[in-house]
């Protein structure tokens, strides 16, 4: 098992499952592009549901598979408002946004989201899935002040980030939101994961096709 995927395990006290397999062939078919090693085992390890950070007003990290849209698994189902606003502020504002957007080459692929930000990993010409490093971006519409990235990036993979934040030593300005809430009295974390019902996955999850 991962290394951090372990952590995680160790760290939430996780003792159930996965609610069931993802067809990674055909979800890295349909983005073109192979996922990294470490995600796809945090999703067969976990079920979906929500990463708190040990101090709640640091935020948290909503991490769930692929939806299924009309008959097939379609990984940015779920990440459309988020990377919507994400590519409009980009045309407006090029120097928030350093990084292509996925389709282009090389563009950010998301990963996870919370309240309104989206967690994405960063690709770099030459790397492998397993070298990507990872964003958090508030889409700048939903950042607070001027101080606040857009885009702020960690040097890190998606599942050793999470670590981090249930930890306690990963701290995400753009997760915190209000400025404030990174000097406030810390709220710590009862739940360091909770995770989706299984009915209330498939549930939300299934998309028909007229709603596409």
């Given amino acids: 098992m991962d290394e951090f995927v372990r952590e995680l395990v160790d760290l939430t006290g996780w003792r159930g499952s996965a609610y069931g397999p993802v067809a990674w062939d055909a979800v890295e078919a349909d983005l073109g592009v192979e996922l990294p090693a470490d995600y796809k085992e945090l999703l067969a390890t976990f079920a979906p549901g929500t990463f708190n950070a040990a101090n ?103 599942v050793e980030f999470l670590a981090g934040l249930v930890r306690g030593t990963t701290v995400s300005t753009v997760l915190a939101g209000d400025p404030e809430n990174l000097t406030s009295p810390p709220l710590a974390a009862r739940f360091p994961f909770r995770p989706v019902s299984e009915d209330d996955w498939w549930s939300m999850s299934t998309i028909p096709a007229d709603d596409e």
């Fill in 56 to 158: 709640l007003n640091l935020g948290k990290a909503i991490v769930m598979p692929p939806y299924t849209a009309a008959g097939k698994p379609d990984h940015l189902h779920q990440f459309r408002t988020e990377m919507r606003e994400l590519r409009e502020w980009q045309e407006e504002h090029p120097e928030d946004v350093p990084h292509p957007i996925h389709p282009e080459p090389g563009g950010m692929i998301p990963w996870a989201r919370a309240a309104r930000e989206v967690l994405l990993w960063v690709r770099e010409p030459g790397q492998s899935p397993d070298e990507w490093t990872i964003a958090v971006s508030n889409g700048g519409i939903w950042r607070f002040d001027k101080t606040v990235q857009v885009v702020e990036e960690f040097g890190c993979g998606a």
